[in-house]
């Protein structure tokens, strides 16, 4: 039972345009969602996070936007670059909203092209 | 700051062989976990610990082993190895309700 989906296993997009990563849960618990980067042979680092009492959090060139009614998250790269080639995990913790017990996805590798 | 910390990087074991994975952390942080990453399953949680002493199952448990007996430290024991438990192996850190920080990964292929 794959509480945290990402439908996408792969997304290829232009450098310069945005990038859509799309994530949906199936847990209502879940109260505290995030967006893990990962690069081949290393582990996955934080990029940004987003709290249920919230439906958008930007950093930079990243935004996060949550629809608790539809149980839906998305990333936003904009504009996408070439180092932004990366597996991308969307992660969701439930109760109290530690973070030590995460549920991922599992993983939508972004390609940016030239 | 190292933050954390992982070894072996990579190693192979014989089915029924036990070893220990070593994850180690200096940023103090009470939460420490260990999840298996495997292809098109993302990443599980196996066992996690919320402080020194105290650990808890995670959603793929059977086969491993924990103790929490430092704040650093947080080894993962394969008591006797599968084929099924190849699989490249994340430790995590972090304080109380904040994001984890992950180690580099350990890759264990069981044959």
Sequence with gaps: ?114 | NAGVTQTPKFQVLKTGQSMTLQCAQDMNHEYMSWYRQDPGMGLRLIHYSVGAGITDQGEVPNGYNVSRSTTEDFPLRLLSAAPSQTSVYFCASSRSQETQYFGPGTRLLVL
């Design chain 1, 1 to 114: 039972d794959q509480q945290v989906k990402q439908n996408s296993p792969s997304l290829s997009v232009q450098e310069g345009r945005i990038s859509i990563l799309n994530c949906d849960y199936t847990n209502s618990m879940f109260d505290y969602f995030l967006w893990y980067k990962k690069y081949p042979a290393e582990g996955p680092t934080f990029l940004i996070s987003i709290s249920s009492i919230k439906d958008k959090n930007e950093d930079g060139r990243f935004t996060v936007f949550l629809n608790k009614s539809a149980k839906h998250l998305s990333l936003h790269i904009v504009p996408s670059q070439p180092g932004d080639s990366a597996v991308y995990f969307c992660a969701a913790s439930a109760q109290d909203g530690t973070a030590s017990k995460l549920t991922f996805g599992t993983g939508t590798r972004l390609q940016v092209t030239l």
